[in-house]
Each structure stands twice: as structure tokens, then as C-alpha cells.
């Protein structure tokens, strides 16, 4: 056994014990620092897959240790999910998900090196299966109620696959020369998604400023204004959004708290060669110094539309936080609007599947400013492959099974301001 191999699972092993101890995801990457990008990679393929298929890994757990094993001070307990994550999901083959797992243990967790050996190699011989659901009971139980058992069946399996890399492009384009057997395909004339991408670094127009990562979900509020002009962007990172509407040629004033993200931020702005002012400040807090003739609000939500790419997710929310968004969320509104110039438009999104945080808050918004009218959006404003997700009521909802190979799920709705 190399050490290359203990370490790669180790160090999985270790991220996956942080996140399960209150880390985010990327908060956790540091364990996987010290890996070459190709080791880090795959751990972080086995640490996903340990995320997306926890409610099944546990239950197996259940059905095969007779004890449950202490999550702390050691990694023995993680060391046995990410085996199963290998052995079960990935994949992997048997000698190297049991193998290279149990010589993973380190002195702390030697007393489990024969249960995970043993335990490993019985899953091997048996390959049991499970039907639980690997989301928390509360959250199915909202998504039942609000879209019906068969449509949360189809938003579960949705979550459970890696997210394929989408991207936009500042120009209409019909074609790149992708890498061989990367099967692209484009949902519309600015959009590129590659379910095999590798390093986003080396895909053809990095480099140009011809593309940027985007989900597909994603690129939609911001093509939603009438017509250009002065724009506000308001927690504005990671910055896809603003990069559209700098490129649609809006001047464009991008808000966001994080400091460091709007960095990332300037660094695609000049990749792109496009321009935008960002400001760093707690919108809340900040003194708008002029109203905009469009201001684009993706309000801090539970993001529940984002368990694709962010598992750690259902680990860290608990159902009392929806309603704390939502309290936010009424109080941002409030303040964009006033930003906004009279004639001029408000977009607002979350990337939530809550009610609370999507049609409640549009609710909230028309029977409480009688100076919005509610601006619906036309089958016209959406893309072929999102369809369906135009409302009764002309808002979106956009569920993650609507496209194939998954989107983010979100809300948007759109008013303008006499």
C-alpha cells in the first residue's frame, strides 16, 4: 500500500468528519490541501458521493454494525462511509475500496481495523441495497406537501447525480473544440453544458474570456430586464449575473458582503474583459447613493435548489431557518425596491424550493406595495428546456429534474415600479 492511497482516503475521511461536525464544503476542502490535483479530485468525488448517499450509507450502517461507531475524536466512522460511498456507489473496485480504505486507519482508530475490514468484505459478498431517502425526513415531507409524492421522487433522484459544468457565453456561438468525449450539448444559443468536463482551466476560451461557469438555472434572472440601462446587482457573488448584464452592456453596480468573492469577481471581469463597480458592504446596512433602472435582488436563502452541488447542505439546515430566510428576505425586498427608479424593474430569486422563500415573498411583495406592479413573465422569457417552470401566476419555478442532467432549482419574480 502506498502511501499516496492512505493519504487520498484518509484525507477523505477526514473532510467528510469535519462536514459532519459542522464544516461547510468549502470549509472542509483544506483536508484535501495537500493532495496532488488528481488525488484531490477523487476524494472529492468519494466525499460527494459519501454526502449525496448518506441517508442509504447510514441505513446499511444500521443493518451491518451492531454498535453504532463514535463519530469523534477519530475517523473510523467516516472511514466506513467513504468505503461504502467506493464499494456500493462509485463503483470502485472491491481491492482498492476495502484494501486501500482499512489501510487508511491510523493509530487512533486501529481498534475498528478488523470490524472495517469485515464490514467492508460482507457488503462486497452481499451488496445490499436501500430505499430510504438520503434527505432529512422534514425537508421530503415539505417537498410532498407542496409539489406531491411522484414530483419529490423525481427532484431526490435528481440530487443524487454530479452536476454537469454549464456555461455561458458572452456571444452567441455554435461550437468550441471540446476535448473527445466530453458530449456537450446547448440548451440555448449562449449555453454550453459538458457533463465530463475536467479542469474548467484548460476548456478552449478560458483563457479568451469567451465563456464563464454558470449554472443553467442561474443564467436566467438576468435576462429577464426589458431594456438595458443602470443596474444593481445585489449579492452579487460569485458574479455570473453580474457578467451578463455588464456584457448586455448595463452599467452595472455589483453588491456583495464577501470581500474575498467579489475578488474572484474582478478576476472573471478581467478574464472577460468586461467592467462592472463592486462595492463591499451588508446591503442592509449600506446607503444606496442613487435609484437604478434595474436591480437584480438573489436574496441569502436555504438554497435547497442547490443539493446537487452542495450536500453539506442537508446536514446544516433545520426547517426553523427557512422562516428566519424568509424574515430576511421580506426585509431586503423592501430595500431594493427603494433602489429602484421609478419605471424601472425589480428581478427577485432565491435558489430555494421553500414556498416561504419564493411565492410567499411575491405574495408579500403585491399585497404590500401598491407602487410594483407585478410584471409576469411571458413563455417568450424562458428558454425551450424551462418550459415548464412559468407559473399561473407568470412567475418561474424552476425544479432540479426539469432538465435533463439536472439544473438548480429556483424562484424568480418581477416587478416594475410606477
Known sequence: MTHKAKSLRRSAAAMLAAIERGKTLDEALDRLADLPSRDAAFAHAIVMTALRRRGQINDILSRYVSRPIPARPHLARALLQIGIAQLLYMGVAAHAAIHETVQAVGRQEAPYRGLLNAVLRRLDRERPESDVENLPDWLTAR????????????ICAALLHQPPLDLYFATPTPSLDWPEGDNAVSLHAQHWRLPNAGAVETLPGFSDGTWWVQDFAAQLPAQLFPTPGSALDICAAPGGKTLQLARAGYQVTALDISASRLQRLQQNLDRCQLRAKLITADFLDWVPPQ???????????????????????????????????????????????????????????VCSLEPEEGEEIAAFVDQNYADCIAFPMAPSDLPTALGAARTAAGHIRILPHMVDGGVDGFFVARWRKR
Request: charge should be positive; hydrophobic fraction near 35%; glycine fraction near 8%.
Open 143 to 154: 417537498w410532498t406537501a407542496q409539489y406531491g409524492s411522484d414530483t419529490t421522487r423525481k
Open 291 to 349: 435609484q437604478w433602472d434595474n436591480v437584480l435582488l438573489d436574496a441569502p436563502c436555504s438554497a435547497t435548489g442547490t443539493l446537487r452541488r452542495h450536500p453539506d447542505i442537508a446536514l446544516h439546515r433545520r426547517e426553523g431557518d427557512i422562516a428566519d430566510r424568509a424574515a430576511l428576505q421580506r426585509q431586503m425586498i423592501a430595500k431594493a425596491f427603494e433602489a429602484t427608479a421609478s419605471g424601472g424593474t425589480l428581478v427577485y430569486c
